[in-house]
């Protein structure tokens, strides 16, 4: 099987980001920030925003991890639906948690617009097409939490999922009207690019390699510089390291793999999610799908554990496209690339505070544009003070997952029967399919 030649399209449409440099010499700050994706740079800017003066040391550049190479959904929410988060964290809890989460598309383009970022945004909604009558059962029961709760999502009909999305392959479905898209390469360029108009620091290539509290502060050391600040926030989600070791075995990477279509002719496009939706549908491994700027066709799903991604990953996603929309055979794949998505064992994301002035949040389950950019701001809230019972979400004690290093192992295995489960769905569904039409 022959490796495949990885380019996210992102790369190649995005306004350049700021230039920023090394990490050189002894620095100080009021506070620092490891990892300089949505939740770093989120902080980042609302402490900064707050008048602090605060860095960002990334050890790579801005964007060349998660936060730029996503699939630029912008999802309301977290996985579980409203009552179940209430349910399990009582429903003061996980009444405040539902808000905080939901409100995260609020916080994405109220940025977007204050900062003047460049990234293609649209705010039209997020589609969950369903898969099957089961799923689309518990979309209405989504639908009715939402409804209960003031939020404008609507349950959709298999006529009007052709419509929206174009693909006759769904049987329903829910359209969130809160949710959106961004260019994410371009939207975690423009953060960076705000927090160094409103006075912050970036270093890139710049990896923290060692953390350690000295008299009332704390160090952080890179390769060839350091900074001490009273308060210092990881943002390192699933690419945490070896300086907090206790927060890496927390997630389990699990990779995305996407894959790009060449631009699709006017009138072809048109009949492709022409009210510029994103969607993600209920299979189990979901299939999550949206236009570009440029008419192409952006699709990821999970991606091969391979070091190095092949045609036959590629292939599984050309099937996949086709499956949703047949029209586009003969279309050519121009990209593809992908990344480690950080999951966590209950399906939330964590904000922890690790020691006195030692805070992180990471976990956000393949829902982070929104999530991580709110995540940030509750970072930046605390490190300014604020009392956690005000924050609308729970700071957790770090539980580092039992056997975490066969994690990986039982993800893939987890994958693998979930993929038969799909499998297996699939042909049922095309059995039912021809029994009816032969009835
Ligand atoms: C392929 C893919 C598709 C996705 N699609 C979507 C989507 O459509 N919608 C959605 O909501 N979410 C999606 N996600 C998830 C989303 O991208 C992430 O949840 C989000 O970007 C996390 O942001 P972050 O800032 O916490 O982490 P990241 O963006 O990963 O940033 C962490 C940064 O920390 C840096 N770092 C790590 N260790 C160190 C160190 N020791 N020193 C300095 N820096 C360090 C890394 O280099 C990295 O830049 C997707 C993820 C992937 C991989």
């Known amino acids: 099987m022959s490796a495949l030649p990885l380019q996210s399209l992102w790369s190649v449409t995005a306004p350049p980001g700021p230039v920023c440099s090394a990490l050189s010499g002894a620095q100080r700050a009021q506070a620092a920030v490891i990892g300089g994706g949505y939740t770093g740079l989120s902080a980042a800017l609302h402490l900064a925003e707050a008048g ?35 349910a399990m964290l009582g429903p003061y809890a996980g009444g405040r948690l ?20 460049q990234c293609e945004a649209t705010r039209t909604g997020w589609i969950q097409p369903a898969t099957s009558e089961a799923a689309l059962a518990q979309l209405a029961r989504r639908a009715e939490q939402w409804w209960r709760r003031g939020a ?10 052709l419509q929206l999305t174009g693909s006759a392959l769904y049987c329903g479905g829910l359209l969130d009207r809160r949710g959106g898209t961004v260019q994410p390469l371009a939207y975690v360029r423009g953060l960076a690019q705000a927090l160094i108009a409103a006075g912050g620091r970036i270093h890139t290539q710049s990896p923290a390699l060692r953390l ?59 009949t492709i999610l022409p009210g510029g939706q994103a969607a993600s549908d209920t299979w189990h491994l979901l299939r999550y799908f949206r236009l570009d700027g440029t008419g192409r066709l ?27 929309y047949p029209q586009l055979k003969g279309i050519a794949f121009e990209y593809h690339w992908g ?3 950080a999951m966590t064992r209950d399906h939330l994301p964590h904000l922890h505070e690790l020691a006195p002035g030692l805070l992180a949040g990471l976990g956000y389950n393949g829902r982070g544009v929104a999530m991580a950019t709110v995540m ?48 297996l769905a699939r042909v049922g569904a095309r059995l039912r399919a021809h029994t009816l039409f032969r009835v």
């Open 52 to 86: 602090r003066d605060v860095v960002v040391l990334e050890a790579a550049e801005i964007g060349e991890r998660a936060s730029g190479i996503n699939g630029g959904q912008v999802i309301p929410g977290v996985k579980q639906d409203p009552d179940a988060l209430e």
């Open 212 to 270: 350690a509290r000295v008299t009332g502060a704390w160090s952080i050391e890179t390769p060839e510089g350091s900074v001490t600040a009273p308060v210092v926030i990881l943002a390192t989600d699933a690419y945490t390291d070896a300086v907090n070791d206790e927060l890496r075995r927390t997630v389990v990477p699990v990779p995305s793999f996407q894959v790009a279509t060449a631009p699709i002719p006017a009138p072809l496009r048109s």
């Open 376 to 423: 940030g701001r509750l970072l930046a809230r605390r490190a300014l003070g604020a009392p956690v019972v005000e924050l609308g979400f729970p700071v957790t004690p770090v539980l580092p997952l039992p056997l975490h290093s066969l994690s990986s192992v039982g993800a893939r295995a987890t994958i693998q029967y979930l993929r038969c489960v799909d499998g």
């Open 298 to 324: 952006v699709l990821g799903s999970r991606g091969s554990f391979a070091q190095t991604p092949t045609t036959h990953d590629a292939q599984s996603h050309y099937r996949a496209v086709h499956e949703i």
């Open 98 to 117: 539902v808000a905080t989460a939901a409100a995260g598309p609020d916080l994405v383009f109220t940025l977007i617009a204050k900062h003047g970022i």
């Open 339 to 341: 990344g480690p998505v």
């Open 152 to 161: 404008r999502v609507d349950l959709l009909s298999r006529n009007e999922v």
